[in-house]
């Protein structure tokens, strides 16, 4: 895993063997920025990482620019990684790491945020209530923008708040506003 842009260009994390989640490739990551580069200024947005895993993502935002992020995953294994990763870098206070269930977060959550990015389980269909929970509870500032990757089986252009989706590889993002 490495960070492909921002004050942490090039700083790279060896994920361990047998770790829980799949991070989203380097090559769909770039993509993705490319993408977002276009779209936002990074420098003091709010993000939350649904489904955090590597953290991959979140470290990307950090690097260039996002004030906080909040990095929600239910494996205990994989938030405590984050958080030493975030102790590495010195961003222990601009991620906030949660573990607890990604649907069960959104529920209880009471702030905006003007990015969301979830990338759960390719396998695990919960992309719809994901989408869902945000809109419902009005979690996204206004402009802001909902970002959920999935795969190729997944599709999710007929949801409400639907804007485009992006192919890259095996990896897609849906975009939301």
Not at 25 to 43: C, H, P, R, S, V
Not at 64 to 83: F, H, P
């Amino acid at each position: 895993m490495r960070i492909v842009s921002g004050k942490f260009k090039g700083r790279t994390f060896s994920v361990p063997s047998g770790f829980p989640s799949r991070p989203t490739t380097d090559f769909a990551k770039e993509g993705l920025f490319n993408i977002l580069n276009n779209q936002l200024d990074y420098d003091g947005i709010r993000v939350l990482d649904l489904c955090a895993g590597t953290g991959n993502i979140s470290f990307e935002f950090i690097s260039r620019g996002a004030e906080l992020v909040t990095a929600v995953d239910k494996n205990r294994k994989v938030s405590s990684w984050i958080t030493v990763n975030a102790s590495k870098l010195g961003v222990t206070e601009q991620v906030k790491v949660v573990n607890m269930d990604c649907l069960g977060f959104l529920q209880k959550c009471t702030q905006q945020f003007d990015v969301i990015f979830a990338d759960p389980p390719f396998e695990v269909s919960i992309h719809s209530q994901l989408k869902m929970a945000v809109f419902s509870r009005n979690l996204l500032r206004e402009g802001g923008l909902m970002i959920i990757e999935h795969g190729k089986q997944t599709s999710l252009s007929e949801e409400t708040n639907f804007v485009n989706k992006r192919t890259f590889g095996n990896v897609n993002f849906s975009f939301f506003q």
